[in-house]
């Protein structure tokens, strides 16, 4: 079991950034892949970006790519979502995710069937 709580979501204005934090408790050690994915209203969940945890190999939408950076900080047990260029339609509520089990396909795209999630934590970005 993995326990996940996102911080860092709030308001900004199109253009700009905000980073986003996942704490991790549980048994993190055994991760295979960390994610991000996001939804909005009407919308269907949206795999964002995922970090494979054997090397590091990052995989991100094409709708984020060259804007979004996933990362983590292994000491401090936290996974980071740091996003610029920030536009409208990125807004969403965003929440990370986690596998315990191989990921197989296009990895960001299999986020939002991963098996542990946390709570959510909004971003609105304004034009």
């Known amino acids: 079991q993995v326990q996940l709580v996102e911080s860092g979501g709030g308001s900004v204005e199109a253009g700009g950034s905000l980073t986003l934090s996942c704490a991790a408790t549980?048994?993190?050690?055994?991760?295979?892949?960390w994610g991000w994915f996001r939804q909005s209203p009407g919308n269907e969940r949206e795999g964002v970006a995922a970090?494979?945890?054997?090397?590091?190999?990052?995989y991100y939408a094409n709708s984020v790519k060259g804007r979004f950076t996933i990362s983590q900080d292994n000491a401090k047990n936290t996974l980071y979502l740091n996003m610029t260029s920030l536009r409208p339609d990125d807004t969403a509520m965003y929440y990370c995710?986690?596998?315990?089990?191989?990921?197989?396909?296009?990895?960001?795209?299999?986020?939002?069937?991963?098996?542990?999630r946390g709570q959510g934590t909004q971003v609105t970005v304004s034009s």
């Open positions: 970090l494979y945890t054997i090397g590091g190999s990052t």
């Open positions: 995710a986690a596998s315990l089990s191989p990921v197989y396909g296009n990895p960001s795209s299999r986020v939002p069937a991963f098996p542990y």
């Open positions: 549980g048994n993190t050690g055994n991760v295979y892949f």
